[in-house]
């Protein structure tokens, strides 16, 4: 029987823009995925209070992460970002529904997020996508 056949994996820097430091990108954005994940999942009473609503906490936390990644990934990769993203918000709404540390699920903070998703991707593709390419061609200018 011949050995099974593993084709060699994507190097995610094949996806992303063409960047002089992608990894370390990739770590700032995966860091930030981590805090909106371990935010969401810590027990409510244990989160400062901020004053501001929870709904626009969710939409100001997933227009961060959508526009973070838009800045590294082209534009070609913006859906498959976009359902990422809400799969992410729908994982940890079930998440904390089952997991009663004072926090339930929430249609309304899935929609929040949705929007929040739909935003962040709206100003990468008016403006701000690719913006990681800019910075960095930015900073390697010599004065």
Known sequence: MPPAHNPPSADVRAVLLPLRHPRVWLLIGWLLVVLAITASLLP?????PTGVNDKLEHMAAY???????AGIYPRSRYVALAVALFLMGVVVEFAQGAMHLGRERDLRDVIANSAGISLGLSIA???LGGW????EAWAARKP
């Open 44 to 48: 409510g009473q244990r989160l400062p």
């Open 63 to 69: 227009t961060v992460l959508a526009l973070w990644f």
């Open 125 to 127: 593709v008016l403006r």
């Open 132 to 135: 990681a390419q800019r910075l």
